[in-house]
């Protein structure tokens, strides 16, 4: 959660409105999930806060409730609007029945949420959208009607996504069509970025592969721990009194240290591999947001072909003095028009992504840097612990050694 | 953590048998360790044929599992020496000679340390080497004859029974079962060691070098097991396996087949059935126990008594009646249940040790390539700066994969102890069959007495009851008589032996409370240690990159 965050559209300047009046802050949590409704068609709810102190927002403080389908509306429609920002990421649908409503899986998912939320509250951008602003006020009814009625219209379907993936990476020209430009950008640096964001999407994939293993052996050999700790003090039994005593507190301690390992497993898991998950998932919003920069070029790129055919026409019927001049000329002035808007919308998402790509880089750093510390701090508070919890048993080894 | 340093001196010392061992091992830790040839190679592929000639040839071939520290760590035990002592350090130092300190293989101390643990100052160091093949004579003129393997077995000693202190002969695997069965015979109601398995695999197998290293190590292991047991190291038939040169003295045991065959068999000339040659007995038969070769028909009527123990009405004239002895036993059972369910934990920990050190490695890996990869693509400062803090957690987790490596090595070290144990309660239910057989040979006499005298008390009553006596009567009551005097003598025979093998049973379950209690005491400190040790090693590597990434905490606050 970010508590303080400035709206840099309009600058950091105080209001001179009011002379009580702070600086602007928009601040939002998700909190407390709740299991909702029956069956197959349970769901969980989540509580989202606003507080805020921005006019257009219902402040000091607003609670709605959301479920997950609620932020995805969200994201595909800053997804459609704001074409060359790189949406936050959410989490995926959960494809695996049986682990959707456990505690572990709706603590992940509640912890993304929070993060994607926070990260559009604090896009100097996004933040200023009016979606977040429905997605944070509106009740839950006004909510629902929104949700139903984007459903189909801007989700694009995998296959698609694919093929433009497809048209990105490769280079065939079009030569049917007879064009000679290929309907794809080209530049050197432009080419790099997109190398680079591809191949950092597999080293990431795998990085986050063997992090969630590491879970999953912290918890496998916690689990060893306790049961060997438990045929240890079996064992206990089957000796005489003092050595029988050691074996038990060998045992007692081997199940402390199961524990312990338990912990650090969840930790790990929280902290390190959500955190390398996360950085898989922007990097495919990145891959999204690049095949929408793909698209805007070809649009681009096909209406100059067909102005270029056009003007070919007019030519030919000025030449000829035909009726259908006039309304010739009219289409070409529209699709000169729709040209320069098509170049402009192109543009501005090139230069959307230039701003964005370095803020990624910059804010990617201050994510791993962090991540990386909690990842070490943990193992080092798990390793000092199990230190300590073998060390304190030996004095009552030696005891029995020595008696 | 302050206490527990001022009490590094002590905790170490108390790790090794002598002070003058721990002083002779400190000087190895401090010493250069010395590139083992074993130490590098893959665990049971070298056969160590050569020792460098300024080494005790006597050093054993440890298995790279005793010195796993010697190669993988290069830096790592010196920078150690410079650092407060912690376990970390006493994991090093305790194992770097740690092989068997209660044993007599004390392999990388000075040939002059000598003292084992628990016995007085005599020593039996033995050796097991150099595998040979070599051709069966019989079968060497015919195309694929037979052949197999011997072993140089060396040994250093200075028991006075022995003729010389140093000497070596060629053994192979045939004589090691001799060796055992002789044993087995000889020393009823011990607690023997067991010796390796036969294998059960053709010749094809036995052509593998690891097949024969595994066997060289197994021999090895029984044979200084053999030596470290009070009794046995003084016994005749060790002596003659380990000195006397050319063809092993002992006798094979036989099989009934062949002496039939070789119409060596006489049919039983001793006690039981058929004919008796009167007071012609050899009592000492009855304190072997019935084997296959001359006792069929004891056997059988051995097998027809404990049948008759089991299920017959009456009690049988002589049981087992020690309580202490039936108590100590039921708990040895319970041992017994316990120690394998422990084994088997034992087991999945360390394979769940294992698996951690694999994958925190790999994750290792995987950041090292994010490294190269972000630093090479750089274009932006803050992707080279999240390269560098990539470079110290990929770092830090290689070396925490190395430590869990280490650690799993010795952590196997420490609880084979446990499968050890497993097999030593193989040998303490034979020592109480040793005792059971002898109760069964008694309480066969006392039938058969039984029988014998009821018999000539109904010949009597017929005999009787013809005036002036029946001659073939009374000739049949004077052979059974006979035969019940040479029975009598048998039965005392028999009861002395029972009685001494009970002794012996009591005396080897002593032994072994005592030798357990010490060793598992070892290996739970040897456990713990190792635990200890290595987390502190672990700890100290993260401590490090949480020290290095520290500034990220307040960034994002």
């Known amino acids: ?403 | 953590m302050m206490g527990y340093e001022s009490h590094q001196g002590s905790e170490q010392a108390r790790l090794y048998a002598s002070k003058e061992e721990m002083e002779s091992l400190v000087l190895n830790d401090d010493a250069a360790v010395p590139p083992h040839p074993l130490s590098s190679s893959p665990p049971l592929a070298q056969i160590p044929t050569n020792h460098d000639s300024d080494t005790d040839p006597l050093r054993s071939s440890p298995s790279p599992l005793l010195h796993p520290q010697s190669q993988t760590q290069n830096p790592d035990p010196h920078s150690f020496i410079l650092e407060p002592p912690s376990y970390a350090d006493a994991v090093f130092r305790s194992f770097d000679a740690s092989s068997e300190i209660n044993g007599h293989d004390l392999s990388t101390s000075s040939p002059s340390a000598s003292s084992p643990s628990y016995s007085s100052s005599d020593f039996l160091k033995i050796s097991v080497s150099d595998p040979q093949k070599e051709q069966d004579i019989a079968t060497s003129l015919v195309p694929g004859g037979t052949s197999y393997f011997t072993y140089l077995i060396i040994t250093r000693t200075n028991i006075p029974e022995f003729n010389g202190t140093e000497f070596s002969v060629r053994r192979r695997f045939r004589d090691v079962v001799t060796l055992s069965d002789r044993l087995s015979e000889a020393y009823r109601g011990f607690i023997i060691p067991i010796r390796p398995d036969k294998s059960v695999v053709e010749s094809q197998v036995m052509q593998t070098q690891d097949f024969v290293e595994q066997r060289r190590a197994a021999l090895e292991k029984y044979l200084r097991r053999l030596a470290k047991h009070t009794a046995i190291r003084r016994s005749e038939e060790l002596r003659l396996f380990l000195e006397s040169q050319g063809k092993l003295p002992l006798m094979k045991p036989t099989d009934v087949a062949s002496r039939m065959l070789d119409g060596a068999v006489k049919l039983p000339r001793q006690l039981f059935g058929g004919e008796v040659v009167a007071g012609v007995v050899d009592v000492n038969e009855v304190a072997q126990p019935a084997k296959g070769g001359k006792d069929l028909l004891r056997l059988f009527k051995e097998l027809k008594q404990s049948v008759t123990n089991d299920w017959g009405a009456t009690k049988p004239a002589l049981v087992e009646e020690d309580k202490e002895f039936m108590e100590r036993k039921d708990k040895l059972q319970e041992l017994e249940q316990q120690l394998s369910n422990v084994s088997q934990q034992a087991e999945e920990l360390v394979k769940a040790q294992q698996d951690i050190g694999e994958t925190v490695g790999q994750l290792g890996l995987a950041l090292v390539k994010l490294t190269k990869f972000e630093t090479e693509e750089a274009v932006y400062d803050s992707q080279r700066v999240r390269a560098a803090d990539m470079k110290n957690v990929a770092t830090a987790a290689v070396k925490a994969s190395r430590l869990y490596r280490e650690l799993n090595s010795q952590t196997v070290k420490h609880l084979d102890k446990l499968h050890e144990y497993l097999g030593v309660m193989l040998a303490v239910n034979n020592a109480f069959s040793d005792r059971s057989n002898a109760l069964l040979t008694v309480q066969t006499l006392l039938s058969e007495l039984s029988s014998l005298n009821s018999r000539i008390e109904k010949l009597e009553v017929a005999s009787s009851k013809i005036f002036g006596g029946d001659r073939a009567r009374i000739r049949k009551i004077e052979e059974l008589r006979e035969t019940v005097r040479a029975t009598e003598d048998a039965k005392t025979c028999a009861i002395a032996e029972y009685k001494r093998i009970k002794e012996n049973n009591r005396n080897e379950l002593d032994r072994l409370d005592r030798e357990r209690r010490e060793d598992f005491l070892s290996m739970l400190k040897g456990f713990i240690v190792n635990q200890a040790g290595y987390a502190e090693k672990m700890a100290s590597v993260w401590e490090t990159v949480a020290e290095e990434t520290s500034g990220y905490v307040k960034c994002t606050s």
Request: hydrophobic share 40%.
């Open chain 1, 1 to 403: 959660m970010i508590p303080t965050l400035q709206r840099s559209g309009s600058g950091s300047t105080q209001s001179p409105r009011s002379p009580s009046s702070q600086e602007p802050f928009l601040s939002v949590s998700v909190i407390d999930p709740a299991k909702m409704g029956n069956g197959v068609q349970a769901y969980i709810s989540y509580k989202v806060i606003t507080k805020t102190n921005l006019p257009d927002y219902q402040g000091p403080e607003k609670i709605v409730i959301r479920r997950y389908s609620d932020f995805v509306w969200l994201r595909d429609r800053l997804f459609e609007k704001y074409k060359g920002i790189f949406i936050p990421p959410l989490p995926e649908k959960s494809t695996v029945e049986k682990f959707r409503f456990t505690a572990e899986f709706i603590e992940m998912r509640r912890q993304a949420l929070d993060i994607f939320v926070n990260r559009i509250a604090s896009h100097h951008i996004l933040q200023q959208s009016e979606d977040l602003r429905i997605f944070l006020q509106a009740d839950e009814q006004t909510m629902e009607r929104a949700r139903s009625q984007e459903i189909g219209i801007f989700k694009k379907k995998p296959a698609d996504l694919m093929q433009i993936f497809k048209d990105v990476q490769s280079k065939v020209s079009d030569v049917v069509l007879g064009k000679e430009k290929p309907v794809e950008e080209s530049t050197p640096e432009y080419e790099k970025l997109k190398r680079y964001i591809f191949e950092l999407e597999d080293h990431l994939a795998e990085a986050q592969k063997h992090a969630y293993r590491l879970v999953k052996r912290h918890r496998e050999l916690g689990q060893s721990l306790s049961e060997f700790g438990k045929a240890v003090k079996l064992l206990g039994t089957c000796e005489d009194n003092a050595l029988g005593k050691v074996f038990s507190e060998v045992g007692d301690k081997a199940e402390i240290v199961s524990v312990k390992m338990q912990r650090e497993a969840h930790h790990l898991l929280m902290n390190f591999e959500e955190s390398l998950k996360d950085y898989v998932r922007a990097v495919q919003s990145i891959k999204a947001t690049i095949a929408e920069r793909a698209n805007a070029f070809k649009q681009q790129c096909e209406l100059a072909e067909t102005i270029k055919f056009k003007e070919i026409d007019l030519n030919k019927l000025r030449l000829t003095r035909s009726e259908k001049l006039a309304d010739a000329e009219r289409e070409y002035d529209v699709l000169k028009a729709d040209g320069e808007e098509a170049t402009r919308r192109f543009e501005a998402i090139v230069q959307l992504m230039n701003e964005e790509i370095v803020r990624f880089q910059e804010q990617k750093t201050l994510d791993m840097g962090l991540a990386f510390h909690e990842f070490a701090k943990g193992q080092a508070h798990l390793a000092n612990g199990i230190a300590e919890a073998w060390r304190s048993l030996l004095p009552k080894l030696e005891a029995c050694a020595s008696s």
